[in-house]
């Protein structure tokens, strides 16, 4: 069976082609969400086994996201991976990791074989 | 009491120098009154019977010959507009002279009769004035462009704040391209149906990256003062570009009210987009703790009649009656200005901000750089709700609103700018 991503950032563009990458790896089954307010409810009705996040986005940034996933108990155990292009380390140790709690950051431009190889860490194919 | 002529006492009380000469004597003086003595230092007694030769250099009395002669061969007063005379002490004088032919009936000789003007201390203040004015203009020149090195400092300033977010919206389209090498890279299935997808988001992916990175370049650069005809929608668009990044991360929203059919208005683009990120960013500071961050910009033409209507008469010194001017707003919620910082908010240095996040520059460098344009910046709280609202007030015609000294070649219109060479 196929695992369930949630890609949650505002850059069309970008989760397209991750998407794409992503299915054509094999093994995954994508769903986008592009506005940051609607991703609770996307994870609430997708269900999915890991959900990827941006950091920096309009509206709700990937930390708050983050934090709202925590109070529903249903969502709370999904494993999320944060991306950022936020370019200063202090930044990135400050602010949005610390509101991620020990999730795990992954940088931006996203490097696709390490993104699939952390998936298939924390959702290893059955 | 001395006896002299009615006549000659005239002559010696008379404020301009007199003196006649006897063309058919070789030219000998016979009359040389006291404002000649003194403006030559050379007393009566000396200079009758005497020639020019004999008093003077051979430089000098060559040249008082030739003109004598030729008002002699004329028959006609000459006029000198100025002469120099050296003096026995080293002295210039200079003298307006004019020269008239005279034939003395009764003697039956031909005269030469001058009378000069000692026009020295004129000749001085003029010259003084011309030092003056040439100080003046290497002064004003100096100013001007150490204004335009303060405008372009203060840039450099704000590109350095923006270079975190213009970096970040740069990574978005590479992270994009790098997807589409690893999609593409794992070997091309003609028949796939996202491959076109995936190379026209590669194209697009290029195109935001050139056009942020070309945005940043065409700001930074420092070129004198050079408008063009230029939407404004335009230049709204390029600095939201610049700016979007703090405007994510402030999560603030930002709405643009365009007026459809906006005339054009004549602006250096880049330094007029200096103005309107100085703005927004200080719109963006002071929200910093307010819900809901919005800020909208609005544009709009009016007959300055209207404006003037409305905001009172103040304007009239700016722009004339019935040019159509152009009216852009850019509002927040902030945080507003405080009663005792109106005043200064355009006073170099003054800032409210902590220390290290603004130097004090921006406001007053927007307001010279709009009032270069012809325009006119204001910043004042919003009368209903809270925050500010800076508001521009721009010609649409280049010879309209206040004359401002060129700088350099101030209306360069329709210079292409510089191609950027890969």
Known sequence: MARKILLVDDEAGFTQLLKMNLEKSGGYEVKIENDSMQAVAAARSFMPDAIVLDVVMPGMDGGDVQAQLQTIPSLAKIPVVMLTALVDSTELSEGAVAQAGNQLVLPKPVNLSLLLRVLEEIVPME | ?422
């Open chain 2, 1 to 422: 009491m001395e006896e002299h002529s009615i006549v000659e006492s005239v002559l010696d009380n008379l404020p301009v120098a007199v003196f006649a000469k006897d063309a058919t004597d070789g030219f000998r003086f016979i009359l040389w009154n006291k404002k000649q003595e003194e403006v030559t230092t050379i007393r009566a007694s000396k200079a009758l019977g005497k020639a020019d030769h004999d008093l003077f250099s051979q430089d000098s009395a060559d040249y008082f010959r030739s003109v004598d002669e030729a008002v002699i061969k004329r028959g006609k007063l000459m006029k000198v507009p100025e002469e120099i005379i050296e003096t026995k002490n080293g002295r210039e004088v200079h003298l307006r002279t004019v020269k008239i032919p005279v034939h003395d009936k009764e003697t039956g000789r031909l005269l030469v009769v001058g009378i000069s003007e000692d026009i020295t201390e004129q000749v001085k203040s003029l010259e003084q004035l011309e030092r003056l004015n040439r100080h003046l203009v290497a002064t004003n020149k100096e100013l001007q462009e150490t204004q335009m090195q303060l405008i372009q400092a203060e840039k450099l300033e704000s590109i350095g704040r923006l270079a975190a977010g213009v970096a970040h919206e740069v990574k978005n389209p590479l992270a994009l391209l790098l997807l589409g090498v690893d999609y593409l890279s794992e070997g091309i299935d003609p028949d796939d149906p996202n491959i076109a997808t995936i190379l026209k988001q590669m194209r697009d992916a290029v195109d935001r990256a050139d056009r942020i990175v070309r945005g940043l370049v065409d700001f930074s650069s420092q070129r004198s003062l050079s408008r063009e005809a230029t939407r404004l929608s335009l230049i709204i668009e390029e600095v939201l570009l610049l700016v979007k990044h703090e405007l994510t991360r402030s999560n603030t929203q930002v709405t643009v009210e365009i007026e459809k059919d906006l005339p054009f208005v004549y602006l250096d683009m880049s330094k007029f987009e200096q103005v309107l990120i100085n703005l927004i960013i200080n719109a963006v500071h002071a929200m910093s703790k307010v819900e809901n961050r919005r800020i909208k910009i609005k544009a709009r033409s009016e007959s300055l009649d209207e404006v003037i209507k409305n905001e009172g008469a103040r304007k009239r010194e700016v722009f004339r009656t019935g040019d159509q001017v152009v009216i852009l707003e850019i509002i927040d919620n902030g945080c507003g200005i405080a009663a005792g910082d109106a005043g200064r908010l355009f006073d170099p240095f003054f800032t409210t901000k902590a220390t290290g996040l603004g130097t004090g520059l921006g406001l007053s460098v927007a307001r010279r750089i709009v009032e270069l344009h012809g325009g006119e910046l204001t910043l004042r709280n919003r009368s209903l709700n809270r925050g500010a609202i800076a508001r521009l007030i721009l010609p649409t015609k280049l010879e309209t609103g206040k004359v401002t000294p060129p700088i350099n070649s101030s209306k360069e219109i329709d210079i292409p700018k510089e191609k950027l060479s890969p």
